[in-house]
């Protein structure tokens, strides 16, 4: 298997414009997880998916954020109109049920 | 506010002497808690995993103990090779409707010196 599937994995944009990131989960999986790592706050999830359904957006720190996974093989995560703090390394997880979680590359999101 | 604590940032040890991680978490509905490995430049790695029912799980070079009372567990590394070198994540979830969602601590940065 290919594992999980990250894209971008740089980015380099300008304060104000749209960014999306991509994920294709391993097959078979049924959970989808964004999260989101920083040097002050590490690791912190920001939306998880059940078959293609969210489940927990809480994490996601503003409505600037959004994420959709229109079916079993892809999600994205978008930011509209990004700032520079949302400069991060974006990870997608997936995992098959209670099983542990499966990490992608990352994306690393530099927004000037 | 962090419900699961890594106070060391970072960790320097010499290779074929012991490494251990700590980790506390404060909330008491967990019970189950993992660790993850990262090297630069990758996503995290699924390292070691332990049971609220347990103290102690080992595999190979690599030891989880879990102080239930104390709120307390800790990652052990014998020997430490230089290939342990990266950022280990500690993670705790409560068992909720059968889901494990864990929780991440902001990790602590191992480097192993030859």
């Known amino acids: 298997d290919a594992g999980v599937i990250q894209s971008p994995r740089h980015e380099v944009t300008e304060m104000g414009q749209e960014v999306t990131l991509r994920c294709k989960p391993i097959s078979g999986h049924d959970y989808l997880f964004w999260y989101r790592q920083t040097m002050m706050r590490g690791l912190e999830l920001l939306i998880y998916?059940?078959?293609?359904?969210?489940?927990?957006d809480s994490g996601m720190p503003e409505d600037r954020f959004s994420a959709k996974m229109p079916n079993a093989s892809f999600s994205t995560l978008k930011i509209q109109p990004s700032e520079p703090r949302d400069s991060a390394v974006y990870f997608c997880a997936s995992s098959r049920s209670t099983d542990t979680q499966y990490f992608g590359p990352g994306t690393r999101l530099t927004v000037l | 506010d962090q419900q699961v604590k890594q106070n060391s940032p970072s960790l320097s040890v010499q290779e074929g002497r012991i490494s251990i991680l700590n980790c506390d978490y404060t909330n008491s509905m967990f019970d189950y808690f993992l660790w993850y490995k990262k090297y630069p430049a990758e996503g995290p790695t699924f390292l070691i995993s332990i049971s609220s029912i347990k103290d102690k799980n080992e595999d190979g070079r690599f030891t989880v103990f879990l102080n239930k009372s104390a709120k307390h567990l800790s990652l052990h590394i014998v020997p430490s090779q230089p290939g342990d070198s990266a950022v280990y994540f500690c993670?705790?979830?409560?068992?909720?409707?059968?889901?494990?969602?864990?929780?991440f601590g902001r990790g602590t940065s191992l480097i192993v010196h030859p």
């Open positions: 998916f059940n078959n293609n359904v969210p489940i927990d």
């Open positions: 993670a705790a979830s409560p068992k909720e409707g059968g889901s494990y969602i864990p929780t």
